[in-house]
């Protein structure tokens, strides 16, 4: 069964960092590029960032370019996102999601992990 | 940027009644969308691709259509565990968007 499972969210003060994981199984992580993706609670879904299947290639939403940075470990099957600078704006479940083989939808989700940014 | 936006926002429906939903683009995306289904507490799930393809699992009563810049899903009739918030997604222009969402919930 394919899943992934987010972890490292929690409460931090603004300006400070963060890193999530997602720990990939049950495909071939090494051969997808893996995406981020958040949402405020209660509102709609908004794109963060990718990464190619080799880690070579990042692309970033203009809200938290110069701050965040994804990365990639295929030895470990797992994907980051090093969370720099937080600001309140960035309070948000982050989900990580699987992009398609062919194209650019997202399938499957982790489950999601929050991160509140608050003094 | 591709703004995306769903209509209506809310939509109050019974079980058993044909249901469509709404997806526009402020530019031309193709095809290259998709919709999600995500219940409370739950991360989204992929029902539709390229406009109209039902992803692996999705049932028969989801149905996408449209290209360019209007679409829509219509669930023909409706279960009780398809009460949840719908969201499409372009995956055409970049960066990719998606749209702010439509609750159904049960009238």
């Known amino acids: 069964e394919v899943q992934l499972m987010e972890s490292g969210g929690g409460l931090v003060q603004p300006g400070g960092s963060l890193r999530l994981s997602c720990a990939a199984s049950g495909f071939t992580f090494r051969g997808f590029w893996m995406h981020w993706v958040r949402q405020v609670p209660g509102k709609g879904l908004e794109w963060v960032s990718r990464i190619s299947s080799d880690g070579s290639s990042t692309t970033y939403a203009d809200s938290v370019k110069g701050r965040f940075t994804i990365s990639r470990d295929n030895a470990k099957n797992t994907l980051y996102l090093q969370m720099n600078s937080l600001r309140a704006e960035d309070t948000a479940v982050y989900f990580c999601a699987r992009d398609s083989s062919s194209s650019d939808w997202f399938d499957p989700w982790g489950q999601g992990t929050l991160v509140t940014v608050s003094s | 940027e591709t703004v995306m936006t769903q209509s209506p926002a809310t939509l109050s429906v019974s079980p058993g009644e044909r249901v469509t939903l709404s997806c526009r683009a402020s530019?031309?995306?193709?095809?290259?969308l998709a919709w999600y289904q995500q219940k409370p507490g739950q991360a989204p799930r992929l029902l539709i691709y390229a406009a109209s393809i039902r992803a692996t699992a999705t049932p028969a009563r989801f149905s996408g259509s449209g290209s360019g810049t209007d679409f829509t899903l219509t669930i023909s009739i409706l279960q009780s565990e398809d009460f949840a918030v719908y969201h499409c997604q372009q995956y055409n222009n970049w960066p990719y968007s998606f749209g702010q969402g439509t609750k159904l919930e049960i009238k």
């Open positions: 530019q031309s995306i193709r095809s290259n």
